[in-house]
């Protein structure tokens, strides 16, 4: 099957910087879309930014000027940047990726979901 690894969350101090990786492993045949979401306790689940596999991105309007998310196709890595944190910032992100695998019957394709890293921006 696929699994995806998040890394790099923690604690900063606001206007601090973390990054995040995303590794994907697994078997994989190819990889679309991947993206970063984020929850807050108590919210939905929200998009922070995406990107896709020619390297198009899109990002939440909270996170545009402040976060790039970036990504290795070599390595099924994507990464988030995130510079001058807020508290509001804190949150649970997860990663997503869309992925085709090669099963008996021929190519899937579905979202795969990481388990989450925190965040957590003091003030």
């Known amino acids: 099957q696929v699994q995806l690894a998040e890394s790099g969350g923690g604690l900063v101090q606001a206007g601090g910087s973390l990054r995040l990786s995303c590794v994907a492993s697994?078997?994989?045949?190819?990889?679309?879309?991947m993206g970063w979401f984020r929850q807050a306790p108590g919210e939905e689940r929200v998009l922070v930014a995406g990107?896709?596999?020619?390297?198009?991105?899109n990002y939440a309007d909270s996170g545009k000027g402040r976060f790039t998310i970036s990504r290795d196709n070599a390595k099924n890595t994507v990464y988030l940047q995130m510079n001058s944190l807020k508290p509001e910032d804190t949150a649970v992100y997860f990663c997503?990726?869309?992925?085709?695998?090669?099963?008996?019957?021929?190519?899937?394709?579905?979202?795969?979901w990481g388990q989450g890293t925190q965040v957590t921006v003091s003030s």
């Open positions: 990107i896709s596999s020619g390297g198009t991105t």
């Open positions: 697994g078997r994989i045949y190819s990889i679309n879309a």
């Open positions: 997503q990726a869309n992925i085709f695998t090669r099963t008996a019957g021929g190519l899937t394709i579905r979202d795969y």
